[in-house]
């Protein structure tokens, strides 16, 4: 079975603080692909984010980093000097990779991040 | 370019009456999945479907249903409404390339069911 765990429900920083958001994963395929989403208060869930299980590089893009490390089943995301901006639903996602399974993304719970002025 | 669209953006309904969701996928995208989203939770996949038929299912009763029409938007409807199934309801779209899955989704806004 796969699983996504966001064990961190709701964080609240100031702006210009720096902040991690947790995702650990369980799966037993070797070939998959994990996501970040952010989801505003209107609804749709904007990609951040894809990595597929055999490209553990780090990845930078501007304030967003994110740290894959498969020996942990981690998939931390981090984002430099939040600004108010960044208040929203984060989402940690994992899918198979496989012909049979084209679609089902796996969610955690999600992390509301609230970055206060 | 237009994104996925979905509607009606919010749907009020009474227990035991049925409901019709739409989505239209990304122009160039072929693949439309369906999500339910219960407040305070994640997304719960549905179902997908591309030409035309139902590919994968997730683990939701038959009361849930969809279809996809040839110009690749889909429908999603719910039978016989339960007070649970309240939830923002989430469409997906992405291009399946003659068997090579392509994980590049698109989300809509949502509709927004409430059950009453």
């Known amino acids: 079975a796969q699983k996504v765990t966001q064990a961190q429900t709701e964080i609240s920083v100031v702006e210009k603080e720096d902040v991690t958001l947790d995702c650990v994963y369980e799966t037993r395929d070797t070939t998959y692909y994990l996501f970040w989403y952010k989801q505003p208060p209107s609804g749709e869930l904007v990609f951040l984010i894809r990595?597929?299980?055999?490209?553990?590089q780090n990845e930078i893009s501007g304030r967003y980093s994110w740290n894959f490390q498969k020996s942990t089943s981690s998939f931390n995301f981090t984002i430099t000097a939040s600004q108010v901006v960044d208040s929203a639903v984060y989402f940690c996602a994992l899918i198979r990779h496989g012909s049979s399974n084209t679609g089902k993304l796996i969610f955690g719970q999600g992390t509301t991040l609230q970055v206060k002025p | 370019d237009a994104g996925v669209t979905q509607s009606p953006t919010h749907l009020i309904k009474t227990r035991g009456q049925q409901v019709t969701l739409r989505c239209s996928p990304k122009s160039g995208h072929d693949t439309v999945s369906w999500y339910q989203q219960a407040l305070g939770q994640g997304p719960q996949f549905i179902f997908q479907y591309y030409e035309e038929e139902e590919r994968q299912r997730g683990n939701f009763p038959d009361r849930f249903s969809g279809h996809q029409f040839p110009n690749y938007s889909s429908e999603l409807n719910v039978n016989a409404l339960l007070l649970g199934d309240s939830a923002l309801y989430l469409c997906a779209s992405s291009l399946f390339r003659g068997g090579t899955p392509n994980y590049g989704y698109t989300f809509g806004s949502g509709t927004r069911l409430t059950v009453v």
């Open positions: 990595r597929n299980s055999f490209d553990e």
